[in-house]
């Protein structure tokens, strides 16, 4: 049995503790994949993070400090599969890739792979929220988020380096 509730939030009233408590007792296997900034060709959230950086003006989003997760969609597809497949995986696994970067360095990355400057000054965060709305809080509030529980389940990432998943990403946006 599978039970999806995606872009369903624990705190929107669609997860009652009555609704918990019957899944606990149903011993049904129930999984979550906590998922991060995922980069494709057809993410609006990249393309936002592109558009400017196109246009030579690349730079931090709010403090740049900030962790940004990540997760190319080939893994994050893969992932859903392995979860379905694999038995043994139970409970909260986190749907990112194992490299870590700020914002600062992945803004770089993009500027640097995308051969345009990248500006020193950050965009002030009321600017990338009126940009990008609610997709802005995944890339203003980041913390530092590990794989490790998915690669102990034997994952194996096909994209797991930034440098190389943004390049070929950028690649398949020209091609599309």
Known sequence: MIIHLAGSNLGDGSWTRIKKQKIVESRVRTLALRTAFVISKESEAFGKMVLPTRFGLGAALGSGKQYLNWIHIEDLCQLYLKAVEDGSMQGVYNAVAPEFVTNAGFMKI??????????????????????????????????RISSQK?????????????????????????EK
């Open 110 to 143: 993009l500027a640097k792979e995308m051969k345009r400057p990248f500006f020193m000054l950050p965009i002030p965060a009321f600017l990338l929220q009126l940009f990008m709305g609610q997709a802005a809080d995944m890339i203003l509030y980041g913390s």
């Open 150 to 174: 998915v690669i102990d389940a034997g994952y194996e990432f096909s994209c797991p380096a930034l440098k190389e998943t943004i390049e070929a990403t950028l690649l398949e946006m020209k």
